[in-house]
């Protein structure tokens, strides 16, 4: 049985409005080049997966219903998202992969930079971030 998109927090609150065309074809444009982004973060590491699937949900909501179901369900990217709506969950694995990826992008930054602070600073912010992960709740 699919899983269906929760309700939205507030059952009173007005419907939002239908966008003008133009703007629903350009977020579903933005959603598409979001969702190959993750795709492709999916296989390169160091190019983060979930933060481009979580844009392009946001914009397939208010674009494409079946873009957004299509994501809704999907068996990788579903529950991702479905975590993420109950409260900013994030599972333990994602936050051990993410982990992993950052260090050894870390380690490679270091390796192969020619200037040590670009290499400190973009681990520096990839510290930051693995903080900020661990601190969310999990599912």
Known sequence: MPVQPSEPADPHAPPLRP???PVRWLLLAFSVLCLVMGIIGVIVPGLPTTVFILMAAWAAARSSPR???????????GPLLRNWAQGGK???RAKWSATALMALS???LF????RPWVAATA?????CVAIWLWRRPEP
Request: charged share 10%; hydrophobic share 50%; with cysteine.
């Open 67 to 77: 873009l957004y179901r299509w994501l809704w369900n999907h068996r990788l990217f």
């Open 19 to 21: 966008l003008p065309w």
């Open 90 to 92: 994030v599972s333990r």
């Open 106 to 108: 870390g380690a490679v």
């Open 123 to 127: 681990t520096t912010c990839m510290v």
């Open 111 to 114: 390796a192969t930079s020619a």
